[in-house]
């Protein structure tokens, strides 16, 4: 069996990112207005990339690319990411089957998340796709196992995959902003799911 899991906003809430990203593009120029055109058209075609989002920002008021670049690496460098709390309980029931970090974006961003959150030893593999689909580089995952299980906060994905790869049982997690309080039991909901049809 394998566990794919997804990261932004399933395992890491990330909700307040697009806010600390137009902070440092505001630094540089790009007004809140033009900034949220630009992630609207970004978000329209189902893609969050720091590629894609510079694509969209309007020549005359953006920043050079390693301007942009710049800056979203020190956004990253102080954001407070904070991992879901069911998370580590829900990876160590795993424990026993192989477990696939599977994320979308830029390999920068991506693995800068993934270092400041030890997350690499967590997992036995960690693929970061920029196919913004995210079907591509699951159909070699696909291939490799019998049986695997999908965990993703993005529905368009997993119906797709739902249908492009029967091997695959997915699971559409829905995540609020982390507070200092509160339980989120998502993943214990889909353990628990996953114990009752024997697949764990």
Aim: aromatic share 12%; with cysteine.
């Amino acid at each position: 069996m394998t566990i794919i899991l997804d990261l932004d906003d399933t395992l890491v809430d990330t909700s307040g990112f697009k806010e600390a990203l137009f902070r440092c593009l505001d630094h540089r120029g790009v007004s809140r207005a033009v900034f949220a055109i630009a992630y609207a058209k970004l978000r329209k075609r189902h893609d969050f990339s720091v590629e894609g989002l510079y694509q969209f920002l309007p020549r005359a008021s953006r920043p050079t690319y390693r301007e942009y670049e710049e800056g979203i690496r020190r956004v990253l460098a102080h954001y407070p990411f904070r991992m879901y709390p069911d998370v580590r309980w829900f990876l160590a029931r795993c424990r026993g089957h192989r477990r696939v970090l599977y994320t979308y974006g830029n390999e920068l961003v991506q693995n800068l998340k993934v270092r400041s959150l030890k997350l690499r030893p967590l997992f036995h593999q960690v693929v970061i796709t920029n196919d913004p689909t995210k079907l591509r580089d699951l159909r070699i995952i696909a291939a490799s196992c019998t049986h695997a299980v999908l965990v993703d906060n993005d529905s368009v994905f997993i119906e797709r995959a739902r249908i492009a790869f029967p091997n695959i049982r997915p699971f559409c997690i829905t995540r609020r902003r982390l507070s200092a309080v509160g339980a989120y039991p998502d993943l214990q909901s889909i353990y628990h799911i996953l114990k009752k049809e024997r697949m764990l």
